[in-house]
């Protein structure tokens, strides 16, 4: 069985007693960043509220990591729960992603991007 990818990371950004931040290795955007469990979790919905107070505290602080460096205009935040949903490593992550003035055209929609035709209404 291969190893967790996420288990294995120790170049941490940010952190905290349960949780570390790292900047995505392959980002939508400028800062683009992962919130990751340092437990093997999953995905979302087999976190406690314990963990889940750690990892919301954390995209806090990435938030102003990311405002007082990259000054963006907006952020998405998002997580795939599950192979279906587009989760392709299996341990829970979040993604804090910056959005900046004109990255794209048409930004109406936001989230509801992740099936395009969906994105319009």
Known sequence: MKECLFCQKKDYILENDYAYAIFDEFPVSQGHMLIIPKKHVS????????LRTYLFALIDQAKQLLDEKYH?????IGMNCGQDAGQSIMHLHIHLIPRYHGDTAHPKGGVRGVIPEKMNY
């Open 43 to 50: 995905h979302f919905f087999e976190a406690d509220q314990e």
């Open 72 to 76: 963006p205009t907006g952020y998405n």
